[in-house]
């Protein structure tokens, strides 16, 4: 059973901290995603990895950035996070050749007061 | 531009009537479309896939290329079906997806 885990189910930050988002997949994933998610926009791709040390900007990179050290694990950073970043942030994976089919993280609920 | 537009934000429905969710999409090659759903604090799950054409939890849906649709239906919603169900679309070429904005199922008793 695909097991993709977040590092926190619910987290409030300041303006202008520095925020680490993790995501660790336990089923050997090539494929690696981060979006958010918020109401009346679905869910919207921000940066996504298809191996390790590789990254690829989605469709909002602004303000993120992210790392991929290991294959199981994919990073999200907020460099100085702001009040507009506070979401649902969503982590997901997929096997290469198996790509149809997205294994989500439960979610982390991010405040930025 | 790849996009995937679900016109209701909220459907209510009765248990036993027949529920259409209506997805439709932009994309100028052949693409993948699945309908993903989220019921109450669970994750986020594949639902179906246009291209098994399967019946899964008595949903089925089909790929209208000439009308670029891809309806889902369940001729007689449970109060378990209540969640809320996301269309999403991936390209010929690429590993990522698109999804809709996400329509809310209610399904009154």
């Known amino acids: 059973d695909v097991k993709v885990t977040q590092s926190s189910r619910y987290l409030v930050k300041r303006t202008g901290e520095k925020v680490f988002l993790e995501c660790v997949q336990d089923?050997?994933?090539?494929?690696m995603f981060w979006y958010r998610q918020d109401p009346g926009l679905g869910l919207r791709l921000i940066y996504f990895s298809y191996d390790v040390k590789m990254k690829e900007k989605g469709d909002i990179p602004e303000g993120y950035s992210v790392s991929r050290e290991k294959k199981e694990r994919f990073s999200l950073i907020l460099e100085s996070a702001s009040t507009n970043q506070t979401s649902m942030y969503l982590c997901a994976s997929t096997d290469r050749g198996n790509s149809y089919e997205q294994y989500f993280g439960p979610g982390t609920r991010l405040t930025v007061t | 531009a790849q996009r995937v537009t679900q016109p209701e934000k909220l459907l209510s429905v009765f248990k036993g009537a027949p529920v259409e969710l209506k997805c439709n999409y932009s994309y100028s090659g052949s693409p993948e479309l699945f309908w993903y759903v989220q019921y109450s604090r669970q994750r986020l799950q594949l639902l179906l896939r246009h291209i098994s054409r399967e019946s899964i939890k008595g949903f089925t849906a089909d790929l209208n290329k000439g009308e670029t649709s891809f309806h889902l239906k369940k001729p007689f919603a449970q109060e378990e079906d209540s969640a809320m169900y996301y269309c999403?679309?991936?390209?010929?070429?690429?590993?990522?997806?698109?999804f809709g904005p996400g329509t809310r199922l209610s399904v009154l008793p």
């Open positions: 999403a679309l991936r390209g010929n070429y690429g590993q990522n997806f698109v």
């Open positions: 089923m050997d994933h090539e494929n």
